[in-house]
């Protein structure tokens, strides 16, 4: 089965995934792979290296797609696209979303000191829902050149 985990940043994505998987199951995290590639933290890294991570994460995605392994694969996927979402389903991935509420993934990012631009992607995760964070009672950009809502 493949399973695909979505939700803010901070909503505790990788946790669950890293509870619930087995040794030896597939798991495709775009942090783990963008700090594998020189990123300073798993949440911190330049565009090059979120570009070349992004191009290794869609091709394992194609990969997984076309040929899913025989043992669990668990993909970390923010904000995936209708097209995403509909390729998902249409393949049988069991689509989870994690949302734990704008607050407690705000405070979730500050207690862990995320980068700056984390409660900015948090917002618009909720914003795009129709959803408001009550962060400052505003809703903030990303900072130019990140985008961590794939």
Same mark, same amino acid.
Request: proline share 5%; with cysteine.
């Given at each position: ?38 990123? @300073? ?18 091709a394992?995605? @194609? ?6 392994p ?9 904000d ?21 509420? *704008? ?5 979730r990012?500050?207690? *862990?000191g ?33 985008? *961590?809502?794939?």
């Amino acid at each position: 089965m493949i399973h695909v985990i979505t939700g803010p940043p901070c909503s505790g994505k990788t946790t669950y995934v890293s509870d619930k998987k087995k040794t030896g199951d597939v798991v495709i995290d775009l942090d783990a792979i963008a700090y594998a590639m020189g990123g @300073e933290t798993r949440q911190e890294y330049n565009d090059d290296i979120l570009a070349f991570s992004n191009t290794a994460r869609y091709a394992v995605i @194609e990969k997984l797609m076309k040929q899913p392994p025989e043992r669990d694969a668990w993909l970390i996927h923010c904000d995936p696209d209708e097209k995403a979402l509909k390729r998902y389903s249409e393949t049988g991935c069991a689509i989870e979303t994690l949302d734990p509420g *704008a607050d407690t993934c705000l405070k979730r990012a500050k207690e *862990a000191g995320r980068p700056e631009w984390t409660s900015a992607v948090i917002d618009k995760w909720y914003q795009k829902r129709g959803l408001h964070s009550a962060h400052d009672g505003r809703l903030n950009s990303p900072q130019k050149g990140r985008n *961590a809502m794939d």
